[in-house]
């Protein structure tokens, strides 16, 4: 059984012959209270405290579950993201690398035709050069025969 304050106040002992004295039971009593009722109300506030304190550590368990998977969905964001910025890279460098092989081929492909229209061309001015030689030389030839015909007729008057 528990003593409350109003039990120390309401306990009423016994007069006996040559007893206690009376005053100082009392006073000691009234302080005893006085004590209990500060301990009980400190031990009630203490209780408070501690459920209060429970409580909270209660929300920062559950705190402390969110930051967990937070972090955790974070860590893995970070690892996706990082994962698909290298698969990207991987494409711009392949697409890169296809484009350059596309244009040194073109380049080529160029080079190729040019050379072949300097050759050709070079084929034209030959038989232009050819042509014009003939040219001349039928020209040359048709200039001797007038000369020779004008020299012929001029001998012969």
């Known amino acids: ?18 007893g206690f ?5 009392s006073d000691f009593l009234e302080m005893i209270r006085e004590e209990l009722e ?8 203490l209780k408070e405290q501690a459920s209060r304190n429970e409580e909270q550590i209660r929300e920062y368990g559950k705190l402390e579950v969110v930051l967990k998977d937070t972090l955790v969905s974070t860590q893995e964001m970070v690892r996706e993201y990082k994962e698909t910025a290298r698969k990207e890279a991987e494409l711009i460098l392949k697409d890169a690398e296809l484009k350059a092989e596309n244009l040194i081929r073109e380049a080529q492909e160029k080079a190729i035709k040019i050379h072949e229209d300097i050759t050709d061309l070079k084929g034209i001015r030959r ?3 050819e042509e ?3 040219l001349l030389d039928n020209h040359r030839r048709m200039v001797e025969f007038d000369i020779r015909s004008e020299e012929d007729q001029g001998s012969e008057i």
């Open 1 to 18: 059984m528990r003593i409350t304050p109003l039990d120390i106040q309401n306990k009423q002992f016994p007069v006996r012959f040559r």
């Open 21 to 25: 004295d009376m005053q100082e039971v």
């Open 38 to 45: 500060e301990l009980i109300r400190e031990n009630n506030w």
């Open 127 to 129: 038989h232009y050069r």
């Open 132 to 134: 014009l030689i003939r």
